[in-house]
C-alpha cells in the first residue's frame, strides 16, 4: 500500500505536517518539541515531514554548509526513528510548489498580520539589514502547511503563532476564492514544549546559539560533552527536586521537564523517581542518564546512514515525488481559483 492512501473506502486518516531548519546544530528542545512527537505519533496517521532548507535562506548561510546540513538533518530524523513506510519525509526545495504556493498566499496576505509575528519582531530587533525574506517566513510555512490539507501541525511552543497565522491566511483565501484549504492546527506537546537553555533557563534552548558552549545539549554532541554540559546547568541554591512556577527555581524546573519529556512521565512520578535523590548533583547525574540513553542509539544511527549518501539521497527523492504528486494538484487549484491559466 502506498504510504498516505489508506485501505480503499476508508475514511481519511488526519494529515500531519511539520517542518525543521537544516540550519545550526539539531538540539535536544527540537528533539523533545517536535522531532520525538513526530516520530511517537507517526502510526495512523498520513505523515508529511519536511527538512525546510527555503526557510533557512531567510539568514545568510553558507553553501557548504548548508547542503551538508540537509543531508545530515534527514539522516537524523531517520535515525530518530522516522520510518520512510509511515512518512514522507522530503527537502522542501525539491517540491517547487512550495515557492510557488508562497507567491499565491502572500497576495492574500495583509503586511499587517506579518509585523505582528513576535519571532519577526525578535529578530529584526537583532540585525542590522532584514531582508524580505524573514518577513515573508510565515506565508512560506503557510504554503508548506496549506498545499497538504493538514490537519495537525505538531511544533514546539514557539511556533504556535505562525500556525495560527496559516489559519488565518486559509480562512481569508477560502472566503475570497472558495473553499480551499483544511484548516490547520498546531499541536503542542505537554512535556518538552519549551526546553530552556542550560546556562539561562529564561530563554529558549535554540539552534542559532547552540554552539555556544553549555547553553544546548545537542543530538550529535559527545557523551562527555553533554556530562559536562548538565554538571554546569544552573540551577539554584536550594536542595527542593520538585516542578516549580517560581522563576528562581527554572533551571531545576527545566532538568526535570527534561527528564519527563524522555521517560513520558507524569509530574507526580517525576517527583516521586528523584524522592530519594540527594541534592542536585544527583539530579543532574540521572537526567545526563536518561539523555544519554536516548542520544547513543540515534547517534550511531545516524552515522551508519551518512556513510551511504547516494542511498540517502535516493531516499529523498521518493519522499519528494510523493510529496509533489500531493502538493502539484492542491497548486494547480490554487492557480486556477486566482484567474491564471495551467499551461497546455
Ligand atoms: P532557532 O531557535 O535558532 O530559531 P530552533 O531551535 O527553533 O531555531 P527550528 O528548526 O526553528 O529550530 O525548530 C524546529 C522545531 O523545534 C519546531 O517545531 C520548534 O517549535 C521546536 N523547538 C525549537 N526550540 C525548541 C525548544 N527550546 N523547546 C521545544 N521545542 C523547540
Ligand atoms: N518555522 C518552523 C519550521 C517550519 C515548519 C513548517 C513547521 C517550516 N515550515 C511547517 C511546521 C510546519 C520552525 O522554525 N520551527
Same mark, same amino acid.
Given at each position: 500500500?502506498?504510504?498516505?492512501?489508506?485501505?480503499?473506502?476508508?475514511?481519511? =486518516?488526519?494529515?500531519?505536517? %511539520?517542518?525543521?531548519?537544516?540550519?545550526?546544530?539539531?538540539?535536544?528542545?527540537? *528533539?523533545?518539541?517536535?522531532?520525538?512527537? !513526530?516520530?511517537?505519533?507517526?502510526?495512523?496517521?498520513?505523515?508529511?515531514?519536511?527538512?525546510?532548507?527555503? &526557510?533557512?535562506? +531567510?539568514?545568510?548561510?553558507?553553501?557548504? +554548509?548548508?547542503?551538508?546540513?540537509?543531508?545530515?538533518?534527514?539522516?537524523?530524523?531517520?535515525?530518530?526513528?522516522?520510518?520512510?513506510?509511515?512518512?514522507?519525509?522530503?527537502?522542501?526545495? &525539491?517540491?517547487?510548489? @512550495?515557492?510557488? $504556493?508562497? !507567491?499565491?498566499?502572500?497576495?492574500?496576505?495583509?503586511?499587517? !498580520?506579518? @509585523?505582528?509575528?513576535?519571532? *519577526?519582531?525578535?529578530?529584526?530587533?537583532?540585525?542590522? %539589514?532584514?531582508?524580505?525574506?524573514?518577513?515573508? *517566513?510565515?506565508?512560506?510555512?503557510?504554503?508548506?502547511?496549506?498545499?497538504?490539507? +493538514?490537519?495537525?501541525?505538531?511544533?514546539?511552543?514557539?511556533?504556535?503563532?505562525?500556525?495560527?497565522?496559516? =489559519?488565518?491566511?486559509?480562512?481569508? !483565501?477560502?472566503?475570497? &476564492?472558495?473553499?480551499?484549504?483544511?484548516?490547520?492546527?498546531?499541536?503542542?506537546?505537554? $512535556?518538552?514544549?519549551?526546553?530552556?537553555?542550560?546556562?539561562?533557563?529564561?530563554?529558549?534552548?535554540?539552534?542559532?546559539? $547552540?554552539?555556544?558552549?553549555? @547553553?544546548?545539549?545537542?543530538?550529535?554532541?559527545?557523551?562527555?560533552?553533554?556530562?559536562?554540559?548538565?554538571? =554546569?546547568?544552573? +540551577?539554584?541554591?536550594?536542595?527542593?527536586?520538585?516542578? %516549580?512556577?517560581?522563576?528562581?527555581?527554572?533551571?531545576?524546573?527545566?532538568?526535570?521537564?527534561?527528564?519527563?519529556?524522555?521517560?513520558?512521565?507524569?509530574?507526580? %512520578?517525576?517527583? #516521586?523517581?528523584?524522592?530519594?535523590? =540527594?541534592?542536585? /548533583?544527583?539530579?543532574?547525574?540521572?537526567?545526563?542518564?536518561?539523555?544519554?540513553?536516548?542520544? #547513543?542509539?540515534?547517534?550511531?544511527? &545516524?552515522?551508519?546512514?551518512?556513510?551511504?549518501?547516494?542511498?540517502?539521497?535516493?531516499?529523498?527523492?521518493? /519522499?519528494?515525488?510523493?510529496?509533489?504528486?500531493?502538493?502539484?494538484?492542491?497548486?494547480?487549484?490554487?492557480?486556477?481559483?486566482?484567474?491564471?491559466?495551467?499551461?497546455?
Amino acid at each position: 500500500m502506498a504510504v498516505g492512501s489508506g485501505p480503499p473506502g476508508a475514511p481519511r =486518516r488526519p494529515r500531519v505536517f %511539520s517542518g525543521i531548519q537544516p540550519s545550526g546544530d539539531v538540539h535536544l528542545g527540537n *528533539y523533545l518539541g517536535a522531532i520525538k512527537r !513526530w516520530v511517537d505519533g507517526q502510526r495512523d496517521k498520513e505523515n508529511y515531514f519536511c527538512v525546510v532548507d527555503l &526557510h533557512s535562506l +531567510t539568514v545568510p548561510q553558507d553553501p557548504e +554548509t548548508l547542503r551538508r546540513q540537509t543531508r545530515s538533518l534527514a539522516a537524523l530524523l531517520l535515525a530518530a526513528g522516522l520510518d520512510p513506510a509511515q512518512c514522507t519525509l522530503f527537502v522542501q526545495s &525539491h517540491v517547487t510548489a @512550495h515557492a510557488e $504556493a508562497c !507567491w499565491l498566499l502572500n497576495c492574500v496576505t495583509p503586511l499587517g !498580520w506579518l @509585523h505582528r509575528m513576535t519571532q *519577526y519582531k525578535d529578530r529584526a530587533a537583532r540585525q542590522e %539589514s532584514v531582508g524580505a525574506g524573514l518577513l515573508d *517566513y510565515p506565508v512560506l510555512m503557510a504554503a508548506d502547511i496549506l498545499l497538504y490539507d +493538514t490537519d495537525e501541525v505538531p511544533v514546539g511552543e514557539d511556533q504556535q503563532q505562525h500556525v495560527e497565522l496559516a =489559519r488565518d491566511i486559509a480562512e481569508r !483565501w477560502n472566503r475570497l &476564492h472558495g473553499e480551499t484549504f483544511v484548516l490547520p492546527t498546531a499541536v503542542i506537546p505537554t $512535556a518538552g514544549a519549551r526546553v530552556m537553555g542550560l546556562d539561562d533557563p529564561t530563554a529558549k534552548m535554540s539552534k542559532s546559539q $547552540a554552539h555556544v558552549p553549555g @547553553h544546548a545539549i545537542r543530538l550529535l554532541d559527545d557523551p562527555d560533552v553533554i556530562r559536562r554540559a548538565v554538571s =554546569r546547568a544552573v +540551577t539554584d541554591s536550594g536542595n527542593e527536586i520538585r516542578f %516549580s512556577d517560581d522563576p528562581a527555581r527554572a533551571g531545576v524546573t527545566n532538568l526535570l521537564g527534561i527528564y519527563q519529556a524522555i521517560t513520558d512521565k507524569s509530574e507526580r %512520578s517525576v517527583q #516521586a523517581d528523584f524522592a530519594d535523590a =540527594r541534592g542536585y /548533583g544527583d539530579l543532574k547525574r540521572r537526567v545526563t542518564d536518561v539523555i544519554l540513553g536516548v542520544l #547513543a542509539p540515534i547517534r550511531e544511527r &545516524h552515522a551508519e546512514l551518512m556513510a551511504d549518501p547516494a542511498e540517502l539521497d535516493r531516499l529523498l527523492a521518493r /519522499g519528494a515525488e510523493r510529496a509533489r504528486a500531493v502538493a502539484g494538484p492542491k497548486l494547480a487549484e490554487m492557480k486556477q481559483r486566482m484567474g491564471l491559466i495551467l499551461p497546455a
